[in-house]
C-alpha cells in the first residue's frame, strides 16, 4: 500500500490518498492542515516503525471496513512514542520507565528509535510547502502484534 499525504495551506480539512495493493484507490479525510505532523503520519509511522500488524494502518492496508479493532491500543502506542518524541534527550532509562508504565511490553530501544523516526518524518513536514507531500509505502510484513 501506498499512503500519499499532500502538504495543504493551514487550516485547510487535510486527507490522505491511499493505494491499496489490489488497486482500489480511497481519499481519507484527516485533521487541519498547519505546521505540526499531521495525526495520520504519526500514526503510520509509529505503526511501521514498531511492526504493527493489527493497527489502524495495518487495518486499512487489508481493506477492512469500519474501525480498526485495536485503534485505541494503537492510538495509545502512537501517543507514547510521541511522548518520548517530544523530550530533548531521551535517557535510556527514562525511555525504558515509560515503556514499563505504558504497559505496551516494548523495549525501550525499539520505542526510542520510533521516536527519532518520528522526529525525522516531523522535520520532513515542517519544510514542505504547500502543494508538496510526503509518500510511504505501508509494509508487507509485521513482526509486533501487540496483546489484546
Not at 521516536?115 to 509486533?144: I, K, M, N, S, T
Request: proline share 8%; hydrophobic share 45%.
Amino acid at each position: 500500500m501506498r499512503v500519499t499525504f499532500p502538504r495543504l495551506p493551514d487550516h485547510q480539512r487535510s486527507y490522505s490518498l491511499v493505494e491499496r495493493d489490489n488497486g482500489v484507490v480511497c481519499r481519507r479525510p484527516g485533521e487541519i492542515a498547519g505546521p505540526r505532523l499531521p495525526r495520520d503520519i504519526m500514526q503510520l509511522v509509529v505503526e511501521r516503525e514498531l511492526h504493527i500488524t493489527d493497527g489502524i494502518w495495518a487495518h486499512i492496508a487489508a481493506g477492512d471496513s469500519g474501525p480498526a479493532p485495536n485503534r485505541v491500543r494503537a492510538e495509545q502506542l502512537a501517543d507514547l512514542v510521541k511522548s518520548v518524541a517530544a523530550l530533548d534527550t531521551p535517557e535510556p532509562a527514562q525511555v525504558q520507565r515509560l515503556a514499563i508504565a505504558s504497559g505496551f511490553g516494548l523495549p525501550a530501544a525499539d520505542i526510542a528509535a520510533a521516536a527519532q523516526a518520528l522526529q525525522v518524518e516531523a522535520a520532513r513536514w515542517a519544510h514542505l510547502r504547500a502543494g508538496e507531500h510526503l509518500r510511504y509505502d505501508w509494509p508487507f510484513r509485521a513482526r509486533y502484534r501487540p496483546a489484546s
